[in-house]
Structures are given as C-alpha cells and as structure tokens.
C-alpha cells in the first residue's frame, strides 16, 4: 500500500483544525489481509525509492560508494474475488546474486510476494506461495511504511557498501505454506490475539526448490491492547543444507523473537530482541544475537524518530552497534515520502572502520 500521507483538500474547504497526533503509521505483514469480495477485482500497488547516500572515508576500509542507488523499484498485481486472493510482486532493484558480498552487483529483476490466499474462518486464513516468513519485527514492517531508510542492523545485516560485511538475523521470503490471522477480532477496543504457523522449505537463498528433504518451521503469537500495545513472541527452527568452500554441509538452526510496539499521543515506541543459534558437525556452534530499540514522533505530515541498534552475528568479536535518527517528511496532496537519515556506526576492533554515514531518500507510492 501506499506511504501515509493526509490526501488532498477539496476545493472551496479550509483545513480543519488538526486533531491530536495518533503517532506515526505503522503497517506489517506483506500487506492489509483479504476480506470477502463479490466478483473479480483486480489493482495494482508499488513504490519507488531512491537514496542518495555519503559515507565517512577510512584509510583501510573501501568506502567507493558515495552517490545516488535505487532501494526498491516494486510493483505488485493483486486479484481477489469471495475469500479468495492471489498476489504477485517484483522488484527491479535486486542485486542479481543477492549476495553480501558484492558490492559490483548489477540489478536484476526479481520476485518478492508469489502467493494464494483464502480465509478459512474469520480466525483463520491460509497461504501458499512465496511470503514474509512471520518472524522479526524489523523485517515485516511494510518497506513503504518503514520511519528508517533501512530496517535495522540486527534484521538486515552490514552491506559490504557500509563496513565488513555481515549477515543479519532475518529469515527473508521463503516458499512454503501458513495458516495465520493478523487479529483474530475479539475485541477491536481491548484484548485480542494473532498468530501465525508455518512451514517452508527454509532460508534456501531463493532456490527454486528445496535445498534438502526437510522443511523449516516458524510460529508466531502476537497479544494486543487496542490500538495502543502489541507484544510478540515467535520462533523458528531450520535444517538446512549450505555449500562452504566447495562442499556440502548440514546446520541446525534455532531462532527466538521477543518484540513490542506501543504507540499513542504521537508517539510510537518499539524494541526487538533475536537469539538464533547455529550447529554444525564440524565446527563449535555459533550464537548471534542482535537486538533495536527506537522511539518516533508525529505531528501531522512531519516524523522525528531515534533508533539503537545491535547485531553480534557470532560472538567473535565482530559486533557492531548503530545510532539513526531520521527526518521525515509525507507530502499532503501527493504520495511523497522524503526522509532523512544520519547514522553513527560503533564497531568492536576487528572490524572497526570509519564508517558513519549520512542518506536522503524520495519514495514514491502508488
């Protein structure tokens, strides 16, 4: 869907006097869910998002790329008709290997969201494609609504473009199938629960198959108060098959989401946590961790926010930790986002660099 914004005023009509701030919006999820729809119809959605960025030089770290980038390029087709929704996105902006450590990539047109949905029940709905596996906060904000240019360090990891490389915690998309409600509506105005199950054919990198006979599974419990507090909790396990330095190996992986978001008289407040650990026959396993904690504030068509955020990939003394405040700013009468980041980036010494950096993006939704 389309960045927030506060749409056009009629002509011949003041402005009303603004009411108190309700805070920033916030969307997540891969988009709103379906609801029953007589006949077929069919809409298009997207966003453009273009970041220019500057880097602090360092003598020992390769910071060559000062300029202009594409983040996303996306589009999406949606069909629904009764309880029946099919989903289809690409994004023109992906680096064609996808890979973090290459900063030569060149783009490469690639899918995002390829799934079917219908709802079960008005408690349950079931999807089968390609999604958002339902796990960590920072990757299942809806991109368009983010109130950072980036999702933070923890979910997203170091780009080889911004300092040593590191791969952060997410799970990405994954092919697979769930059964989930966002809000199982109890109570619009007081308690109510979400949740999701799911299994998929793991963190296989975008293979088209599976990358072994097993599959990963994920869950997810959220509770909620209102508008005003949500509370998760979700987990994941994947066995999954890896090529490393030319052959082939199994890990064992474990994951563990704890997450908040309060939000009310303009203010929104959010903290993440992710524990995952990593086995592996011939090596020790390896514990990452990463967690953000951030705060953000409205007033009509203006943001202020501040985020800290960690990641330690695996405890060997490479963590790193950044501070982010934004600007932003959601145009009145056309579906402009401009935001503007500045990022201090703290690392422990064996991959220390100098590498703060300040960024301006211009998205534009439709």
């Not at 960025?53 to 910071?63: I, P, V």
């Not at 989903?87 to 390829?114: C, F, H, K, N, Q």
């Not at 405040?325 to 959601?330: E, F, V």
């Amino acid at each position: 869907g389309a960045a927030p914004g506060l749409g056009p005023i009629p002509a011949g009509r003041s402005l009303p006097e603004a009411p108190p701030p309700a805070g920033p919006k916030r969307k997540f999820g891969d988009y709103a869910e379906e609801t029953a729809q007589e006949g077929l119809r069919v809409d298009m959605n997207g966003f453009l998002r273009v970041v220019v960025e500057a880097l602090q030089n360092d003598d020992g770290f390769d910071a060559r790329n000062d300029g202009f980038r594409i983040a996303n390029a996306r589009i999406g087709v949606r069909a629904r008709q009764g309880r029946l929704l099919a989903y289809a996105s690409l994004d023109a902006a992906v680096g064609d290997r996808e890979t973090y450590e290459d900063i030569d990539e060149t783009y490469a047109v690639m899918p995002r969201d390829l799934l079917l949905r219908y709802r079960l029940a008005e408690f349950a709905s079931i999807t089968l494609g390609r999604f958002k596996t339902p796990y960590d906060l920072g990757q299942l904000e809806l991109t368009a609504y983010r109130l950072f240019i980036d999702a933070p360090v923890e979910s997203r990891g170091v780009l080889p473009s911004q300092g040593v490389a590191a791969v952060g915690l997410r799970q990405g998309r994954q092919l697979g199938g769930m059964v989930h409600r966002a809000r199982i509506g109890l109570d619009p105005d007081g308690f109510d629960l979400g949740y999701a199950l799911a299994l998929t054919n793991g963190r296989a990198n975008g293979l088209e198959f599976n990358d072994n006979d097993r599959v990963a599974g994920f869950g997810r419990l959220s509770l909620y108060w209102a508008q005003i507090v949500q509370v998760n909790v979700a987990g994941f396990f994947d066995d999954r098959t890896v090529v490393d330095g030319g052959a082939t190996v199994d890990e064992d992986a474990r994951g563990l989401e704890v997450s908040a978001l309060v939000q009310g008289a303009g203010f929104s407040l959010e903290g993440q946590i992710l524990l995952e650990n990593v086995g592996r026959a011939d090596l020790p396993d390896a514990d990452a961790w990463g967690a953000h904690a951030q705060v953000a504030y409205a007033w009509g068509a203006f943001l202020v926010a501040y985020r800290i955020a960690h990641l330690d990939p695996d405890g060997r003394d490479n963590a790193v930790t950044e501070h982010t405040a934004s600007l932003g700013y959601d145009a009145a009468s056309i579906p402009l986002r401009v935001l503007v980041n500045g990022t201090l980036a703290d690392e422990r010494a064996r991959v220390r660099v100098d590498n703060h950096r300040l960024a301006m993006l211009v998205q534009v939704t439709f």
